[in-house]
């Protein structure tokens, strides 16, 4: 595994470069939320639009939908979320801080005050936020923010199969927020009680499960390839029975090597046809499928990729984060150089824009350049600093291309062209500039 990136370093550079910053500072923060910057938000965006594209706009056998954020209270009544979804509670009888009492050894001293057994007995704490709708703060205004986006591909499925046609095998797929009343959030973005997932439900005849199992874990091995994780970073880990969900057949956690520890990065379920089956009997609607081709009438089952998209932000960076030996402009001399190797269709910026001096002649080139580029990618423009703390600036954001422009171009209407991963330089002329970056990028 790596040991150059710890979480202070990452921590800090998110929050210097504006990836991610502390949430509501100005007031002294809120524990454990985190506000994306400008450069965060590019990344995030990049990361959704790319999985969006692989697992729906790409394929003929899904479709995407994007429900509200607060459904009906039923749907998480008759889903087992209101009587299930709960963690193991632990409180220490002398300072009272609270723990999950699986996170913790219980015969080990309290972390906050140091006293020893002192735990009380382990409780089921539910997770579902909750709220009210309108102006009564009674029971039966009370509604939950919901802790996944599954339940409204559920829900929502027979309008999804009477307007898109669509046939089983299909997929129906959802990007959106997520909220969860964690008992210890933390490791940065790594647990929140409000995140991103982006997750579908794969509608399937009972008898295939195993091989459509068989295939999203190949898909998501892709998926984890393409955000440029090794192999060797992350654990494909069986849930053992008695250990799983209590809606799952069989469940494989992706588990990622992170500085803080082995955990859970994505999930992969096959929960069968609980929640369908679930739903029908509390609302009383026929949520069956017909086969027309057989005229099988039946409830389809599902297998269920689940994709943290603040976890998927945070290995790409971790992924990302490369320390290395550069040579600096004193000969013979070398210096750490930070770079975010990220995946070129990932990175906020494609190029950066680099006048050599502030000089008029070259400040107009330079943004006019940039202006042009930036109609078709995502182009940075800095004209402050050395040019050394310019590139270095751009490496740690992971900028795949610096382009400089100096007083030669002034005679020779090219520019010179820095790549981030080689630091290697090459002359292109400004006519060409199009050309040369559509083959690159
Ligand atoms: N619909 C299935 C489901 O929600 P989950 O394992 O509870 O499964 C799915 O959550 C994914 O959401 C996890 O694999 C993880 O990537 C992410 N996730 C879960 N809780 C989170 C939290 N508190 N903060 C950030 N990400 C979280």
């Not at 939908?65 to 209270?73: C, R, S, Y």
């Not at 013979?332 to 190797?341: H, I, Y």
């Amino acid at each position: 595994m790596k040991t150059e990136v710890t979480m202070e370093k990452l921590v800090a550079l998110a929050k210097t470069r504006g990836f991610v910053y502390p949430g509501s500072d100005i007031y002294g923060g809120l524990a454990n939320s985190w506000d994306y910057g400008p450069l965060g938000v590019e990344l995030k965006k990049n990361i959704t639009d790319a999985w969006w594209k692989k697992f729906v706009t790409s394929r003929g056998d899904m479709v995407g939908i994007d429900a509200a954020l607060v459904m009906n209270p039923k749907v998480w009544e008759a889903s087992g979320h209101v009587a299930t979804f709960t963690d193991p509670l632990v409180e220490c009888k002398t300072c009272h801080e609270r723990y999950r009492a699986d996170q913790i050894d219980l015969s080990a001293s309290c972390q906050k005050c140091a006293n020893k057994g002192t735990f009380t007995n382990p409780a089921s704490f539910n997770l579902m936020l909750k709220t009210w709708l309108g102006p009564k703060e009674d029971a039966s205004a009370v509604a939950y923010f919901r802790p996944e986006t599954a339940q409204a591909m559920f829900i929502d499925l027979p309008q999804v199969l009477q307007s898109s046609r669509k046939r089983v095998p299909f997929g129906v797929a959802q990007i959106g927020k997520a909220f969860r009343n964690e008992i210890t959030p933390g490791n940065f973005i790594f647990r929140t009680r409000e995140f991103n997932l982006m997750e579908f439900e794969f509608f399937i005849h009972p008898s295939e499960w195993e091989m459509w199992f068989e295939y999203w874990l190949g898909e998501m091995k892709d998926w984890l390839a393409f955000l440029g994780v090794k192999e060797e970073e992350v654990v494909f880990h069986e849930i053992e029975d008695g250990e799983r969900a209590h809606y799952s057949k069989r469940t494989v956690d992706i588990e990622y090597h992170y500085p803080f520890g082995l955990k859970e990065l994505y999930g992969l379920a096959y929960r069968t046809d609980f929640d369908l089956k679930l739903h029908m009997e509390a609302s009383g609607k026929d949520l069956r499928y017909t086969d027309p081709k057989t005229n099988e009438k039946y409830v389809p089952h599902v297998i269920e990729p689940a994709f943290g998209v603040d976890r998927s932000v945070l290995v790409t960076l971790l992924s990302a984060y490369t320390e290395e030996q550069a040579p600096t402009s004193e000969e013979g001399e070398s210096a750490t150089r930070v770079v975010l190797k990220l995946p070129k269709v990932l990175a906020p910026f494609k190029i950066a824009l680099l006048p050599l001096s502030k000089k008029d002649e070259l400040v107009t080139i330079a943004q006019a350049l940039a202006d042009r580029l930036r109609q078709t990618w995502a182009t940075d423009y800095d004209e402050t600093q050395s040019i050394g703390k310019r590139y270095r600036r751009q490496d740690e954001i992971g900028t795949p291309y610096c382009v400089t422009v100096d007083f030669e171009t002034l005679n020779d209407h090219a520019v010179t062209i820095r790549d981030r991963d080689t630091m290697e330089q090459v002359r292109v002329k400004i006519d060409e500039l199009e050309n040369w970056f559509a083959e690159k990028l």
